[in-house]
């Protein structure tokens, strides 16, 4: 299992405009990023009618399901996935093999579209998740509370 992403409100930021500039260039409903451990990082788009946890959720556990099924035939993953309906179409992508960008879309894109600008968009979130991966490195702690001693919680809670 992954570590969590710790990130300050410029990365998340910066992360949350890429995903509203996909919305925008792709002409998608929604898009999404979550990490692979099921936790949903920001959302973009018509998201009110969406249960984006239950979406972040069910796309970590078919991230896994589909690597299981990769490494059965030889493969380390499946980065990228795509599931057409009738109505509407989800396209998925493994980005630092740490979250995953999703778009939901329909008859107003074509795959070709979302196919292209998520990988621009891919490549930028990298950049991004390799600055909080070296970021977390540099300072010595996964967590901004790893300073946080027992000693100190049992004061904050004895008082």
């Known amino acids: 299992m992954a570590t969590s992403l710790v990130m300050y409100e410029e ?45 972040a959720s069910l796309t970590a556990g078919n991230v896994a399901a589909m690597g299981g099924l990769a490494k059965l035939i030889g493969e380390s993953e499946f980065p990228h996935q795509f599931h057409e309906g009738t109505k509407e179409s989800l396209y998925m992508t493994v980005v630092g093999g740490r979250v995953v960008l999703v778009v939901i879309f329909d008859s107003r894109t074509s795959l070709g579209l979302v196919r292209l600008r998520i990988k621009k968009a891919s490549d930028e979130l990298m950049r991004i998740l390799e600055s909080v991966t070296m970021r977390a490195e540099y300072s010595g702690a996964a967590s901004p509370f790893a300073e946080i001693s027992d000693a100190d919680i049992e004061n904050l809670f004895s008082e």
């Not at 925008?24 to 409903?29: G, L």
């Not at 898009?31 to 018509?46: C, H, P, R, S, W």
């Open 11 to 55: 990365e998340f930021s910066r992360i949350h405009t890429i995903c509203e500039r996909l919305i925008r260039e792709t002409h998608a409903k929604v898009v999404f990023l979550v990490d692979k451990n099921g936790q949903l990082i920001t959302a973009a788009g018509l998201t009110q009618h969406v249960d984006t946890t239950s979406l």
